[in-house]
């Protein structure tokens, strides 16, 4: 059974900085892209950054372009670091693993499996 779990969200203030962590457990692909998605609320769910099975290709909203990065530690743990947030940045952060992408731009295909979402409030 697959289980990603997120951790590192909270509140902070607009022009902060946060850094979540996902880790993976049970049988996730090691030559699988892992990432991030967020939900506002009353919205879809949009998708942030995806990094590919080596960590060597990145892609990232146009959003957040210039202010998020994200990093793999090995197979199954990721993190996304957030830096100058913003309030619009404000939503449930979720993980999503087993993603089928390689490299250049985000082709849209979603993950196999998704965490539970942690809590990003970027409020003054």
């Known amino acids: 059974q697959v289980q990603l779990v997120e951790s590192g969200g909270g509140l902070v203030q607009p022009g902060g900085s946060l850094r979540l962590a996902c880790a993976a457990s049970?049988?996730?692909?090691?030559?699988?892209?892992m990432g991030w998605f967020r939900q506002a609320p009353g919205k879809e769910r949009d998708f942030v950054a995806v990094?590919?099975?080596?960590?060597?290709?990145t892609d990232f909203a146009d959003s957040v372009k210039g202010r998020f990065t994200i990093s793999r530690e090995n197979a199954k743990k990721i993190y996304l670091e957030m830096s100058n947030l913003k309030p619009e940045d404000t939503a449930v952060y979720y993980c999503?693993?087993?993603?089928?992408?390689?490299?250049?731009?985000?082709?849209?295909?979603?993950?196999?499996?998704w965490g539970q979402g942690t809590q990003v409030t970027v409020s003054s």
């Open positions: 999503g693993a087993d993603i089928s992408y390689y490299r250049g731009t985000y082709n849209s295909v979603l993950p196999a499996y």
């Open positions: 049970g049988q996730t692909s090691s030559r699988k892209a």
């Open positions: 990094i590919s099975w080596n960590g060597g290709d």
